[in-house]
């Protein structure tokens, strides 16, 4: 199962994926990090199919054709801003996770390429994100056997050893 999971580290706008997940915000209408990376490469069209989505909430996710990015599809969620852990922080970018695995499953996805959800500008502790990030994207793997590849793109080589260091731990 753990070769079914790997880190990487890059841009994530250049995998040529079933899905690469957007770290967006509720408005569905772009914005910077990744986010801006996503629309820049996928063009305007995106944009304009957001538009008809009507935003989403925090912790769930909205899939969209991925336009003239290499990926098939865009999976967008609304990862938490950290207010210091007591908020349900923990449980909602969980739940960014379960989300969109069920919108992967629900369309029999093979791959899936995920960022650091919420380590950017929401400020998410990165160790205590990819904890979560690691447990939920084993569970899928076991849950889901149509999954074939998750990638975790660490846009540097600090977030991929934060990820390594999970996958190490037991
Ligand atoms: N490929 C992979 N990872 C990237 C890329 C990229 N091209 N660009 C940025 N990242 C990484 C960041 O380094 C960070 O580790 O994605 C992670 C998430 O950071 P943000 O993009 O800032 O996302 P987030 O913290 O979830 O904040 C979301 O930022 O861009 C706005 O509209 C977005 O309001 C939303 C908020």
Known sequence: MNDRLEILVGDITRLPVDAIVNAANSSLL???GVDGAIHRVAGPQLLEYCRGL???????????????LPARHVI???GP???GGGYGEAQLLASCYRSCFKLAADHGLKSLA????SCGVYGYPKDRAAAIAVRECRAALVNDPNLERVI???FDAAMADVYRHCLMAP
């Not at 009507?54 to 003239?68: N, Q, S």
């Not at 995920?114 to 959800?117: G, H, L, Q, S």
Request: proline content about 10%; glycine content about 20%; charged content about 10%.
């Open 30 to 32: 772009g914005g910077g």
């Open 54 to 68: 009507g935003g989403c909430p925090t912790g769930d996710a909205r899939i969209t054709p991925a336009f003239r």
């Open 76 to 78: 967008h969620t609304v």
């Open 81 to 83: 801003v950290w207010h």
């Open 114 to 117: 995920f960022p650091a959800i």
């Open 152 to 154: 975790l793109a660490a």
